[in-house]
């Protein structure tokens, strides 16, 4: 709902990776994709709207599955923490991947690759990780497909 503010939180980014892995799983399953984490262990909570950053996961694990439904594929997800005092996900996948030229444009309302699409997933993806003093941005794999990324700035509850 607009103009209300989020819920922040403690949370736990493996435990939203697992979570998403294990609402995802039959819907990739049923189009011959495995899902693999790398996830670190020593990550840092953030604080953060736990439903905001789950609709994250969901947007790129979707448009990863999305992305290899006709071909079956990999989709990997994995984490760190920099030194910089962000968290980092990644969510890669082996499909039909991105233009170069495309790697910006993706991210802005109305703007989709898909004959379905709305163009809306990755602008409200943006919009969500902004408002979390993050940053959100897309690759393309040396292989095959495209890998998301986005930061989370690792904050305590006192720094709220």
């Known amino acids: 709902m607009k103009g209300v503010p989020p819920e ?27 899902i693999y984490s790398e996830l670190a262990e020593d990550l840092p909570t953030v604080l953060a709207d736990r439903v905001q ?5 969901m947007n790129l694990m979707l448009n990863a599955i999305e992305a290899m439904k006709d071909t079956g594929g990999k ?22 991947g991105l ?6 444009r993706i991210f802005d309302a109305f703007h989709t690759t898909k004959p379905q699409g ?12 902004d408002a979390h003093g993050g940053r959100v941005w897309a690759t393309v794999n ?15 509850e006192a720094d709220a």
């Open 8 to 34: 922040r939180e403690m949370v736990d980014i493996k435990g939203i990776t697992r979570e998403m892995t294990a609402l995802l799983r039959k819907e990739a399953v049923r189009h011959s994709i495995k």
């Open 53 to 57: 950053i789950q609709q994250v996961f």
């Open 75 to 96: 989709l990997t997800i994995s984490s760190r923490s920099t030194p910089q005092g962000h968290v980092t996900v990644s969510i890669g996948d082996t499909g039909v």
């Open 99 to 104: 233009s170069v030229e495309n790697t910006e």
């Open 118 to 129: 709305t163009g809306m997933g990755l602008a409200i993806t943006r919009s969500i990780v």
């Open 142 to 156: 040396q292989e095959a497909g495209a890998t998301f990324h986005f930061t989370l700035p690792v904050k305590t």
